[in-house]
Structure formats: structure tokens, C-alpha cells
């Protein structure tokens, strides 16, 4: 039954579209000129390395490139040069975004049974990711050198320097890192990994180990000295092929013509508006940047702010819409180099609106499906299965340049593979398996040289006078989504830190049933959600975000208390973030 006083209560806050205020809810900053660099990333020693480079008088770009490299080296089953990746860079010279896709893509002799047995029928999602059928062409390393050729003020070469020393002198093995060796991964990794991740007697090696690795080294050092050709051309190229094509469960069918042809793409970015603000990210094959704004923009009309982030119909609201965000991804987002995508149709304001009016603050929808938007050709959504290998980070130069990337190999350890002392990425599983239903080709089908579809979400924010107010992204899967929406959502419309925005606990809601982050306020919040009419179960999430935003004229960084991640500015010591003790466990 629902609870009629708070329903009541709900319905008292809420204020007509008219009334709305579209005032923003910050007080409008002037650029700042010469305010020192600031980076944000996952771990302390990528931080570092980022906060070197800009010390060293490198860019944004620079020192993003430079904390993917030493990323690689202390999150190897999260991202690295065996991955792929997106940037979002606002270029201050020329007050403009950019995108750079670094998505990874299939192989030329892929089809859409490509995750299909020998009995004819689709792999689950745990048989496709183990072995070379999923690994795509490595995109990482083209992502790192466009941006680098677009934006870079150092020698190439420099950027490699903090990730080769922690390659060759070693890195210790970390709380964080250890949960991940010390999960059950059954017959994943084998060989040269084991070694380098266990003991003798098969136990994970314990927190503070200090692990070397001299083949990635030497692969740096390569790339390092030649550039990206060192990588996508010669021995590297031919080991890579080799690897996964003589993988002994699902061997591929890729070429070295492959690897050779992969290219980088500055694609368009996906901007909209919220409350005043502008806000930009990845467009398609990300269907990140499309559904944060949907998320968003469905909830424009409601008074977010006169709810606050302690009411639970606030987060109900948010719940429905994700759910019809998600449900459009899932239908119509793919590579659009290979499939029509709708952006303009699934941004556009009359389509925004007949979504948001199928939100009520009283209750839920009874079915979740996908819209009809203009230019849309009839599709059914197959969502694909879970990643966790994934990674973000932010950096902001003197001249005010940023950059934001999420960077991933998709599960943890990706396909478990390795060659040269990298992993290789799973991340052709984030196709849907099922290619068709109903007679019709899902959007995220499988297809030879296609990219497929992601959830990153890296996201620059603007001020209405033009100036950046916060970049921000996440890692955690499908889940991104809902995360860099929810920051923004407590950012813009409740005021709050993007510290504390990050750290605010998740309602995640990609379908009908919802879940309420474990041991935070969201749990807090079920009983209320119920009665509103939620479906909702309890449970950790696997959650993890940087940001760096403009406060008072000067950078301020913010990272997951979830995470290991710190901020830092290329001045100053790291800044570790406070974890409060109903979080602080350990997260994907």
C-alpha cells in the first residue's frame, strides 16, 4: 500500500514545469587563467605520474596520457594498451570540446553469430568472455597518440618515463588490487599471470608485494622510442594475433591487417543542456553521453532541488528515469559507422517530453520499453552482460585545457590473455550475443570492424557563461551511467561537492527492478521506495569516480572514498579523499 503522507508530501514539492526556476544553481565563474594543473585518477602512483608530467610543463593531454600509461602498470586488470577507451577534452584555446573515440573494434571476419557454438546456439556471456573470440583490436595506444598529436606540449616519449620506472622498479600490491587477485577466477588466467599475481602454492601474493614487470617495460620503451607503429605493426601486431587466434578456448580470426588499419576518431560530441549548464560527452559508440542527458533531462521538469538528496521521491524520480534512459540505449545505441543512431531523435525536446511524462512522483511505470524517436528504424534491445575492468581519470593544465577519459579492458583481466606483459581486453562481449529478435538486427549487433557499444561516460560541464565548471566520469559497468548522472544531479541541483557528489550512494535502476547501494543512504531510503511502488533489492555496487571541478576560482579534485583514487594538483600533496566507514569496502 502506498504511504499517503508522503505521497502527499511529494506531490507539495513538486512545482509545475512553468514554475520551475531556470536560474543555474551556481553563481557564474569567470575563466581562470594560470590557476596551477590538477589531476584526478584511480590510484596514487597514476596521480602522481599525472601531476609529474604537468610539473614538467605538459598538458592536459600529456598528463592524461601519462596516468593511462602508469594505470596500465598498477591497474592491469582494469585498462591499459591490450584496452580501449574514450576522451572528452575541452580545448581552451579555442573555447571548443572534442572527442576521441578509442573504442575497440572487431576484427574483419566477424559476424554476427560470432559468440555462437558449435551447436549453433549463443555462448552465455561467462563461456564468450574467456579466450581470443572476445578480445577487439587494442585502441588505447591510438587514443593516447591523437591526443598527444592534437594537444601535447611534451615529447611523446617523456609521457612513458613514470609508467616504465614503475614497470621496471616495481609497484606494491594494494588492498584494493589484492581483493581483485583474491576473487574466484576460474580458469581465466594461466601461465605467465599466475606467476606474476600468485604464489608458488596458488595463494594471491599479499598487499605489499612489489611487482615487476620487465616485458611491459620493454614494450614501453619500444613504444616509447618508435611511437604507436611499434605497437599496431611488426612483432607486437603478430604476437597479439598469435595470442588470441592460438588461444586454446575460442580462438579467434584476427589479422594483422586488423590490428594495422585500427584508427582513433574524433567524433562529435553529445551536448545538451541542464538547469542552465551545458553539458557534453561521448557520442555514439558510447551510449553514455545520450543517456546521461536523457536521465537528466526527463527530470528538468521536476524541482529537484526543493526535493533534496534526502527525500526518497527524488531518487524515485531518478529511478524512472534511468530506466527509460537505459531502455533507449539499449535499443538504438551502437557504432555509427555501421548502424543509424538516432541522437537527435532520443535528445530532441517534444521526445524528451512524452519520456518525462511517463514519470510520475506517485508511482512507478508498470512496463519499461524503449521510445519511438525520429529517425529511429524499429530494433529490439538484447542488453549485454556486466564489465568491471574499467578505469577514469581527469586532468586539467595551466591554460585551462581538460581532459577526461575512461579508459577500460572490460571484465577484470579482460579475456584473461596476455602478450608482451599486457592483458588483452574481453571487450567484444559488450556486443549484444543474441544478434537479432523479431526478425530485426539489434543496433549492437556483432560485425566485422564494428565498435561495440559502451556505457562510458566521460562528461565536461559549462557554466552558462562558457567556462568549465566540473569534468567528471566513472567505471563500474552499466552502472557508469547512473553514476555520472547522480554527481551531477547532486552537484547542480543540490549544491553539494563533487566530492561529496561522487561518494552519495546509488539507486541504479537499468530495468524494472532497482538496486539500493548497500550500506549507504540509498538503503536507508528502500522502505519509502517500496511504497512508492519500487521493486528494489539491497546490494554493493561496483562503483568508482574521479572529478575535478572549478570552486571559487581555483581546480578542487574528488575521487571515489570507494576507490584507492586521489586528487592532486601538480603543486601539492595528494589529497585522499575522507571514506566514510558505512563504505569503506572493498568495490569493482
Not at 559476424?111 to 579466450?131: K, R
Not at 557520442?283 to 553514455?288: A, R
Request: glycine fraction near 10%; proline fraction near 8%; include cysteine.
Amino acid at each position: 500500500m502506498l504511504n499517503k503522507p508522503l505521497l502527499a508530501l511529494a506531490a507539495a514539492s513538486l512545482l509545475p514545469a512553468s514554475l520551475v526556476p531556470a536560474a543555474p544553481a551556481f553563481a557564474r565563474q569567470a575563466a581562470v587563467k594560470a590557476e596551477p594543473g590538477m589531476v584526478s585518477a584511480a590510484d596514487p602512483r597514476a596521480t602522481a605520474a599525472g601531476a609529474e608530467i604537468l610539473r614538467a610543463g605538459g598538458s592536459a593531454a600529456d598528463a592524461a596520457v601519462a596516468i593511462m600509461l602508469a594505470l596500465a602498470v598498477v591497474e592491469p586488470g582494469h585498462s591499459g594498451m591490450g584496452g580501449g577507451g574514450f576522451l572528452v577534452f575541452h580545448d581552451a584555446a579555442h573555447n571548443r570540446t572534442i572527442t576521441i573515440d578509442g573504442r575497440e573494434a572487431a576484427p574483419k571476419a566477424a559476424d554476427p553469430h560470432w559468440f555462437y557454438g558449435p551447436d549453433g546456439q549463443p555462448m552465455t556471456h561467462a563461456e564468450a568472455v574467456p579466450g581470443g573470440r572476445s578480445v577487439g583490436v587494442p585502441g588505447a595506444l591510438r587514443l593516447m597518440a591523437l591526443a598527444h598529436a592534437k594537444y601535447g606540449k611534451l615529447p611523446w616519449a617523456r609521457l612513458f618515463d613514470p609508467a616504465i620506472r614503475l614497470a621496471t622498479d616495481g609497484w606494491a600490491i594494494s588492498p584494493r588490487f589484492y581483493n581483485f587477485i583474491a576473487r574466484p577466477m576460474p580458469g581465466l588466467l594461466n601461465g605467465w599471470p599466475i606467476q606474476y599475481l600468485y604464489t608458488a602454492d596458488g595463494t594471491p601474493k599479499p598487499v605489499g608485494t612489489i611487482l615487476k614487470n620487465p616485458e611491459q617495460a620493454a614494450l614501453m620503451k619500444q613504444i616509447a622510442a618508435k611511437g604507436p607503429e611499434a605497437f599496431y605493426s611488426g612483432a607486437v601486431a603478430k604476437s597479439i594475433v598469435e595470442t588470441v587466434d592460438g588461444a586454446p578456448h575460442n580462438p579467434s580470426k584476427m589479422t594483422e591487417a586488423d590490428i594495422a588499419a585500427y584508427r582513433a576518431k574524433e567524433r562529435p560530441p553529445v551536448c545538451g543542456t541542464y538547469r542552465g549548464y551545458r553539458i557534453c560527452g561521448m557520442g555514439p559508440p558510447s551510449g553514455g553521453g545520450v543517456a546521461v542527458l536523457q536521465i537528466l533531462k526527463q527530470l528538468e521538469r521536476f524541482d529537484m532541488a526543493a526535493l533534496g538528496k534526502d527525500n526518497p521521491v527524488a531518487w524515485h524520480l531518478f529511478a524512472e528515469s534511468s530506466r527509460l534512459a537505459y531502455a533507449d540505449r539499449d535499443a538504438y545505441l551502437g557504432d555509427p559507422d555501421h548502424v543509424q543512431v538516432p541522437v537527435a531523435g532520443l535528445l530532441a525536446p517534444d521526445y524528451i517530453a512524452g519520456r518525462s511524462a511517463l514519470i510520475s512522483e506517485t508511482g512507478s511505470m508498470a512496463t519499461i520499453a524503449a521510445g519511438k524517436p525520429a529517425g529511429a528504424p524499429p530494433r529490439v534491445a538484447v542488453t549485454p552482460g556486466p564489465e568491471h575492468g574499467t578505469t577514469d581519470l581527469v586532468a586539467v593544465d595551466r591554460a585551462g585545457n581538460v581532459a577526461e577519459v575512461t579508459n577500460t579492458i572490460e571484465s577484470v583481466f579482460g579475456s584473461g590473455l596476455t602478450t608482451n606483459g599486457i592483458f588483452l581486453n574481453n571487450q567484444l562481449t559488450d556486443f549484444d550475443i543474441v544478434p537479432d529478435r523479431n526478425g530485426y538486427l539489434a543496433a549492437n549487433s556483432v560485425a566485422g570492424g564494428k565498435r561495440p557499444r559502451s556505457s562510458m561516460s566521460p562528461t565536461i560541464v559549462y557554466n552558462p557563461d562558457g567556462s568549465v565548471r566540473i569534468a567528471i566520469g566513472a567505471a563500474g559497468g552499466s552502472t557508469i551511467i547512473a553514476q555520472v548522472a547522480k554527481a551531477l544531479m547532486g552537484v547542480i541541483d543540490w549544491h553539494m561537492s563533487a566530492q561529496d557528489a561522487i561518494g552519495m550512494g546509488l539507486i541504479f535502476s537499468p530495468g524494472q527492478t532497482a538496486v539500493a547501494e548497500k550500506a549507504t543512504q540509498a538503503e536507508l531510503m528502500v522502505p519509502a521506495l517500496q511504497a512508492l511502488g519500487e521493486k528494489i533489492v539491497v546490494a554493493p555496487l561496483g562503483l568508482k569516480a574521479n572529478a575535478i571541478e572549478m570552486v571559487g576560482g581555483h581546480w578542487v579534485g574528488a575521487a571515489d572514498p570507494r576507490s584507492e583514487g586521489v586528487s592532486q594538483s601538480e603543486t601539492g600533496a595528494p589529497v585522499v579523499p575522507r571514506k566514510a566507514a558505512a563504505i569503506d569496502r572493498p568495490f569493482d
